[in-house]
């Protein structure tokens, strides 16, 4: 990992060079300014990560360089320092987009941590920054088939409700992320943040600390009070990836944020609000979950107002070849080559092939193969043997085909009819008891 590079600017010259040399102790790279001018120019030059920048100097004042720096250099953290305990100074630099404030004499360990924390912060906001990018590739769900079709047209109803809650269901790969930020594109506008957390990946007390934020001191080692997520969403989605991994204490904290959009972040007693769409998914059945007692009844009837159901790739045979050629371009694009092709045989084996990562795996089997053999066709020899080394699924009878068809348009009328059974079964021209068998045949509630 590189050294984070630290820019003291600071008119005081025996402090600047005792913090530089104790910086570069803790193993970090330093630059020195004595005022504010000199700050900028070394800042343009070399493009520190971190600046500490004291606030009373003369000519360029602190303040002045740090509005410099959110002009100029604005993905800059800036940490500033003063020898003058004045709250309005350090009220109007937290305005400014400081990210702390610290008075002098300060303890050098904990500018050390603050500095580390700092740091952290900021290369975890680069590589949000590149995902985001990265995933923009992704940001239209592809499909053709009457799954996909079907969902597109309930994705449609959704947003033009006024929902604020919405569940989507379906196996690991299979594209829940990709739904959520369309659902986000098309329920906000374009400058509204899309925030995600993988409630599957930090403990409990972390969790709700991520969420819904924390003074300074509320945990260990939390030495700067930290923004939740779902102040940072305000305004737009919120997008709580496996929720059926969330503790069971953060659940009952969401339960009540979702009621009534208020919140309380660790070591504060005062409540906030916010105004977030909350898109949550899972690829569990939470009802089987809500049996075992790992997750809470109320708040699952709470997500389950409007589920979204997303059909594995094994389920959307018609949009194997479709989604196979556009990541193909991709990554051919990316690689500055041709897009690699596929043999008849190849894309045969595909539609037979039972993708148990669903799309995820066929995104990630495309751009190994294009690393592999760029430009080349790809012939079913040259697909991984642990592919290669299952037996594709029997090929599918008359008597599923038909069934599938009849899903599909059940679904349909379905949706069409926003769930009304008697309307739905008019528009298929049957009665409602007809229709209610029908359902239960196909396993459709």
Not at 73 to 89: C, G, Q, R, W, Y
Not at 111 to 134: A, G, M
Not at 382 to 400: G, H, Q, T, Y
Request: hydrophobic share 40%; with cysteine.
């Amino acid at each position: 990992m590189k050294t984070a590079t630290i820019l003291i600017i600071d008119d005081e010259m025996n402090l600047t060079r005792s913090l530089a040399f104790t910086l570069r102790q803790a193993g970090m790279d330093c630059l020195e300014a004595h005022n504010g001018h000199t700050g900028c120019k070394i800042a343009e030059r070399e493009s520190p990560d971190i600046v500490l920048l004291d606030v009373r100097m003369p000519g360029m004042t602190g303040l002045d360089v740090l509005e410099w720096f959110n002009t100029e250099m604005p993905d800059i953290p800036v940490i500033m320092m003063s020898a003058f305990d004045d709250t309005h100074d350090a009220v109007t630099a937290m305005k400014m987009g400081a990210v702390d404030y610290l008075s002098k004499p300060f303890d050098v360990d904990e500018l050390i941590l603050l500095i580390k924390q700092t740091d952290s912060q900021r290369r975890l906001q680069s590589e949000v920054q590149y995902l985001r990018e990265r995933s923009a590739h992704d940001a239209t769900f592809i499909g053709t088939s009457g799954p996909i079709l079907a969902l597109k047209e309930k994705m449609d109803r959704v947003a033009n409700s006024n929902v604020r809650t919405l569940l989507l269901c379906g196996e690991t790969g299979a594209g829940k992320a990709i739904i959520a930020r369309q659902m986000h594109a098309r329920c906000s506008g374009k400058d509204c943040p899309f925030v995600e957390i993988n409630c599957a990946t930090l403990p409990e007390r972390q969790i709700e600390a991520e969420l819904f934020g924390a003074e300074r001191g509320a945990l260990p080692g939390l030495v700067t009070k930290r923004r939740g997520l779902v102040e940072i969403a305000n305004g737009g989605t919120l997008f709580l990836d496996e929720i059926g991994e969330m503790p069971l204490p953060v659940q009952a904290k969401l339960l009540t944020f979702l009621e009534t959009r208020a919140y309380r972040p660790l070591g504060i007693t005062r409540e906030f609000n916010a105004d977030v769409r909350v898109i949550a998914a899972t690829n569990k059945n939470l009802e089987g979950a809500v049996q075992e007692g790992s997750f809470r009844q109320d708040l699952f009837f709470r997500l389950n107002i409007m589920p979204i159901e997303i059909a594995p790739l094994r389920e959307r045979e018609k949009d194997i070849d479709l989604l196979a050629h556009h990541f193909a371009k991709r990554f051919g694009d990316e690689a500055g080559v041709l897009p690699i092709g596929f043999t008849k045989s190849t894309r045969e084996f595909f539609r037979s092939y039972d993708w148990p990562g669903n799309v995820r795996e066929l995104k990630n089997l495309v751009e190994r193969l294009t690393i592999l053999y760029p430009t080349q066709s790809i012939s079913v020899d040259l697909l991984p043997a642990e592919i290669r080394s299952v037996e594709p699924k029997e090929p599918i009878s008359i008597e599923e085909s038909i069934e599938g068809v009849e899903r599909n348009l059940v679904q349909d009328a379905l949706i069409k009819s926003r769930g009304k059974k008697g309307l739905a079964a008019d528009r298929l021209g049957i009665s409602r008891h007809a229709l209610k068998r029908k359902m239960q045949r196909l396993g459709l509630s």
